[in-house]
Structure formats: C-alpha cells, structure tokens
C-alpha cells in the first residue's frame, strides 16, 4: 500500500474520485424482494491455494451478474488472494451491479482508492479495526456515496459494529484464525440483528438448502465465492442456486 500512496497521495485520488461513474447503491439492490447472492471473484485463498487458474474478473464478472448476481465481491488483496484494483475495474466496467471492493481495509485513504477505481461499496472488518477506526472509515465512504459491509464474527464485534452505525451487517462463518466454517455462527448472531438493518451471511454456503434455512432465520443476503470459483461453469452453479426448489420457498 505503501508504494500506491506514494503514486497516487489523497489529492490525486480526489481528481480521480470525480471521473469516477456515480456509485451504485449496494444497500438498494439488496433490500429488493427476492434471493440475493453477491457472487465473489477470488483465484486465490489463504487456505485453499489457487481456486480458479483460469481466473478473468471481465468475463467472471458478465456471466455471474447475467447468470443473477444481486452484486459482485472482487477480491483485491495481492499477496495471499492474488488479486488486484485492475481486476475490481474490470469487472465493474462490464456490469451494471453493485460492485465491492474485499481487502484488509484499515486507513480512508484505500477508500477514496476504491471509489477512484469506481468501486460501489467495500469491506470492514470488526475484528481487525478499533471502535475510531470503524467510525472513520463509514464516514469515509458515505462521504463518497458508499455504504459498506462490516463483517463481524462475535456478538462482542456485533455490538461493536451497530454502535458505529452500520448498516450493512456481514456475519462471517470462517473463524479467521483456525479457518474453520460453522453455519451456527450466522444462526447465532441473526438474533441480534436489527430488522432495520441488511443481514448477509458469508462463507461456506454451498446448497439452495442452506440459504433457505439462513433466509427463513432473517439474512437477506448471500456471500458465495469459493464453491463458485471451483466450480466448473460458475455461473451454471449460480443460477442452480437461485433456481433450486429450496432456494424458491
């Protein structure tokens, strides 16, 4: 990050961040009736390696939002995700959804950067950020027109979150220390969830089965990346999600 501050300091991104097409509304498109799924672009994983060799974020981004996708996760984190800014323009230059940027998020400078690459919304995460850091960087971002996704794992984290203001509330069901992947987690923390807010539940959801179950306990959205990205034709896989007789209930 260093060495992108040093190339493009807070002035530039300000003359980059008015080029910028106008931010999309996340938050809109997932309070719509219907399933939401926000269909991740990850070719790599911490824990699982390479999930995609053939990875191209222009065509993964096309034929997931034609196969359905209420809106894209892309993955921008170099070093463990191999992703990269170039693969989040590609693909929100391609579609007309919401388009998130997922990195390690820390400083309002990386979010003036995500909006100069026309990114729509972005990723916190509680566990990584202090209460200060939290505030600042949602009013970084509605600064900017964005609204983004606080993922929490804990009650604690929780609490923590709906006291800065979010809205947008990501239960992650991977513990980030051992990777381990437990659905009771969303099912634990849906309780307390304000009705007000936009509950979406990540990791490990990989059968219509187990939305309709997390939908009917209250999310109204769907974090699905890495059982898309391995599958052989990922948007076939998500349109049998959205069309299953589970998923339809």
């Known amino acids: 990050m260093d060495k992108r501050r040093r190339l493009h300091p807070l002035p530039v991104l300000r003359m980059a961040v008015k080029q910028a097409s106008p931010a999309r509304d996340m938050e809109a498109a997932l309070r719509r009736p219907g399933l939401h799924i926000i269909a991740e672009l990850k070719k790599a994983s911490p824990s699982r390696g390479v999930l995609r060799s053939d990875f191209d ?4 981004g096309i034929s997931l939002a034609g196969a359905g996708a209420a809106a894209l996760s892309v993955l ?5 995700f191999q992703g990269s800014l170039a693969n989040l323009r590609a693909a929100r230059a391609a579609v007309e959804i919401p388009v998130l940027r997922k990195d390690f998020l820390f400083d309002p400078w990386q979010i003036w950067e995500a909006r ?3 990114a729509d919304s972005y990723l916190l995460i509680a566990a990584i950020l202090s209460d200060v850091q939290l505030s600042e960087l949602l009013a970084a971002g509605r600064e900017l ?3 983004p996704l606080v993922e929490v794992h804990t009650r604690e984290e929780l609490q923590r979150v709906l ?5 947008l509330i990501g239960v992650n069901n991977r513990d980030l220390r051992t990777f381990d992947v437990r659905l009771e987690t969303s099912f634990e923390l849906i309780r307390e969830i304000p009705r007000d807010c936009v509950a979406v539940s990540e990791s490990g959801l990989r059968s219509a089965s187990d939305m309709a179950r997390l939908r009917d306990a209250g999310f109204n959205a769907f974090l699905i990346g890495e059982s898309l990205m391995q599958a052989p034709d990922p948007a076939a896989a998500l349109r049998a999600l959205l069309s299953a007789p589970a998923a339809a209930v």
């Open 57 to 60: 974020a222009k065509s993964l």
């Open 76 to 80: 921008t984190e170099e070093e463990f």
């Open 116 to 118: 100069s690459v026309d």
């Open 145 to 147: 027109g964005m609204e």
């Open 163 to 167: 006291r800065a203001g979010a809205r």
